[in-house]
């Protein structure tokens, strides 16, 4: 199975999205040529409207016209038809030790007993992986399973949640929280909770936990969750992105992608030097923690700026070194 298949074709999935709306109700002309035009390429309405709407010989045939507009001659809606490739890779996912975090045991046997006779594309354990903790997050804990399934609904659903946790001292702490989002570290092997502290339904500060730390969550479903808690954060964004370039030795361009990933960046590839020019836009609550990231990549790895950034960087490994001699 080829990984370029048509059905991943612009045409395909504009025509299916046309056969889905005209199967719930009859869609008109000008709705046709204006979904063309905003999702498909410069021409597409020009060249694929005529042969949608048509009914000779020549055209696609796949709607009929009514008084109220055109109709897909579907009588049932169309199934998402998935290729070879994709059933193998859905396989694949399934045994994932994260994927019982999203899933029960009902619907992890459905999807099993629908793919009994599909191949994994590979086996997760047959793969070892370079640079990354082996003191990840235990997945088949029932109580962190239970946690995450909740922190996972109130992000989802906007709900505010008490947490009962462990500090990194070691210390039990309670509080209520909003939850923003769940973030995964591909290095550390670890979930975080990206939330904000709140008071009587009013936004403390910023906070990230980390989610085998929690040892309860209890979800507040009359709480009022804070609707300016994306404003909050967006407030912490830095003005400057940290700008990079990498030389690809060591394996350089994957590791930098991988452990960077949670990371909005824009990159750009220098085919002359082979190296990659990347600008890391980033948050205040996230600087440590990524100082620390860029200083562990070594020699293969450049900071261009901004200057107060670098400075931090430089500061951090003059104190590394001072350190080094004193043992």
């Given amino acids: 199975m080829s990984v370029f298949s048509e059905i991943y074709g612009r045409y395909y999935q504009l025509l299916n999205e046309l056969l889905h709306e005209a199967h719930k109700k009859p869609i008109s002309t000008v709705h046709i040529y204006n979904l063309l035009q905003e999702k498909g390429f410069g021409d597409t309405a020009l060249a694929l409207a005529p042969k949608i709407i048509n009914d ?76 990354q903790a082996n003191d990840g997050d235990p997945y088949d804990d029932p109580n962190y399973i239970d946690n995450f399934r909740r922190l996972l609904y109130c992000v989802n659903n906007k709900k505010c949640m008490t947490i009962i946790y462990k500090n990194s001292q070691g210390v039990i702490k309670k509080a209520s929280y909003a939850g923003y989002r769940l973030e995964y570290s591909v290095k550390d092997d670890k979930f975080r909770l990206n939330a904000v502290l709140i008071n009587r339904s009013k936004i403390v500060f910023h906070s990230k936990i980390n989610v085998a730390r929690i040892i309860k969550v ?49 990159s750009e590839y220098d085919e002359e030097t082979n190296t990659c020019r990347i600008k890391i836009h980033y948050y205040d609550f996230d600087e440590t923690e990524l100082i620390i990231q860029l200083i562990a990549f070594g020699p293969i790895l450049k900071v261009v700026g901004p200057e107060s950034f670098k400075k931090k960087i430089i500061d951090r490994i003059n104190r590394q070194m001072e350190l080094f001699k004193l043992q």
Avoid: C
């Fill in 56 to 131: 000779d010989k020549d055209s696609y045939n796949l709607l009929y016209e009514t008084q109220e507009g055109y109709k897909s001659i579907l009588k049932k809606k169309q199934k998402v038809v998935l290729t070879t490739l994709e059933l193998r890779w859905l396989k694949t996912i399934l045994i994932d030790k994260r994927i019982k975090l999203f899933f029960n045991e009902e619907e992890m046997k459905i999807m099993e007993n629908r793919l009994s006779d599909v191949d994994e594309l590979f086996n997760p354990d047959d793969i070892i992986s370079i640079n």
């Fill in 218 to 266: 209890a979800i507040l479903e009359k709480s009022k969750y804070p609707s300016e808690i994306a404003e909050f954060i967006y407030a912490h964004r830095m003005s400057e992105p940290i700008e990079i370039i990498i030389k690809n030795k060591r394996n350089g361009f994957e590791r930098v992608f991988v452990h960077l990933s949670n990371y909005e960046r824009d």
